[in-house]
């Protein structure tokens, strides 16, 4: 199971994009990456996922380099409703046993 | 997408008592299901894997005779808190995996006393 590596805290403002990477150096070839937001006394939810390249959907953007070692969550424009914790896992789709980091704790601005 | 709730969403239980934590997924079936604990301003923390039909698979330092799993059909896994302690106050957080990701429950919140 791969080791993730986030920082520990960011600050933003509202209105900002904000990136936050994630590194991920032992990735195996068929694990995915996988992004998920966690506000206080709730339970983690997915935000997105892939596998290389880039991603969108309507609520963030993932890019992960040729290498796959490591990616990185776009959120774009930031309002204070997106202060939470974000955690990077990777895993394969098959196992589905993910191993949390420390999660990142954005707190937005206004 | 797919849900999975738990019950109780909190709990408050003296010294000494066992408390049952139920997981269930709404609309999919899920042969396994992880169940998470989780402390205040820390990160989740996985506690074991629930299979249907067998015996669940405990990580490392986690006492499955403290915490047991039972996974009786393809949509419910119950976690009991054992003999519980002021030191078992936590977050415990259940999972159960979709085609890709996996989807997580709210959340039971227990406090010792």
């Given at each position: 199971l791969a080791k993730t590596t986030q920082p520990i805290s960011m600050d933003s403002y509202e209105g900002q994009e904000v990136n936050i990477t994630c590194s991920?150096?032992?990735?195996?070839?068929?694990d995915y990456i996988t992004w998920y937001q966690q506000f206080p006394s709730q339970g983690p939810r997915f935000i997105i996922q892939g596998y290389k390249t880039k991603v969108t959907n309507e609520v963030a953007s993932l890019f992960i380099p040729a290498d796959r070692k490591s990616s990185t969550l776009s959120l774009p424009?930031?309002?204070?409703?997106?202060t939470a914790v974000y955690y990077c896992l990777v895993g394969q789709s098959g196992t589905y046993k993910y191993i949390f980091g420390t999660g990142t704790r954005l707190k937005v601005l206004a | 997408g797919a849900v999975v709730s738990q019950h109780p969403s909190r709990v408050i239980c003296k010294s000494g008592t066992s408390v049952k934590i139920e997981c269930r997924s709404l609309d999919f079936q899920a042969t396994t299901m992880f169940w998470y604990r989780q402390f205040p301003k820390q990160s989740l923390m996985l506690m074991a894997t629930s299979n249907e039909g067998s015996k669940a698979t405990y990580e490392q330092g986690v006492e499955k005779d403290k915490f047991l799993i039972n996974h009786?059909?393809?949509?419910l896994s119950t976690l009991t808190v054992t003999?519980?302690?002021?030191?078992?106050s936590s977050f415990y957080i259940c999972s159960a995996p979709g085609t890709y990701e996996q989807f997580f429950g709210p959340g039971t919140r227990l406090t010792v006393l």
């Open positions: 991920h150096n032992n990735i195996a070839t068929n424009r930031v309002s204070l409703s997106d | 009786a059909s393809l949509t003999s519980a302690h002021p030191e078992d």
